[in-house]
């Protein structure tokens, strides 16, 4: 998509500070940070949000989890964290391509409903 951020980020049109890569996935740190560490775990392919998902992306969406454990076990050595994904506009989503924030490191990001 031509005007997705995300999918500019994936091109390297826009520059990010990549944190982990694989071959469907990408990870980039947040640019307004709701906790201490705030990643946004992204699919390469380009969907919308979870409700827009099919059976052909099962393996991609598993390929989510597993970064968010490599994050925590590779980079966190084990530290506890929590994964958010907004589906909708009224619910607090922003760029319509999906991704999942993985919050970190303390504070008050654990009851805060607006990431």
């Known amino acids: 998509m031509q005007d997705c951020i995300f999918c500019k980020i994936i091109s390297g049109t826009i520059a990010a500070k990549k944190i982990h890569e694989t071959e469907d996935i990408i990870v980039v740190a947040d640019i307004a940070p709701k906790a201490p560490i705030h990643y946004l775990i992204i699919p390469k392919k380009h969907i ?6 099919n059976q ?3 393996k991609m969406l598993g390929n989510i989890l597993l970064a968010a454990q490599y994050l925590a076990l590779n980079m966190l050595n084990g ?4 994964l958010v994904s907004n589906n ?3 619910v607090g989503q922003s760029v319509f391509h999906i991704h999942i924030h993985f ?3 303390g504070g008050n990001y654990l009851t805060n ?3």
């Not at 919308?48 to 998902?53: E, N």
């Not at 530290?79 to 929590?82: A, C, L, M, V």
């Open 103 to 105: 919050l970190s490191g």
């Open 48 to 53: 919308q949000d979870i409700r827009f998902c």
């Open 88 to 90: 909708g506009k009224s």
């Open 113 to 115: 409903a607006a990431i």
């Open 56 to 58: 052909d992306d099962q």
């Open 79 to 82: 530290s506890e964290f929590k």
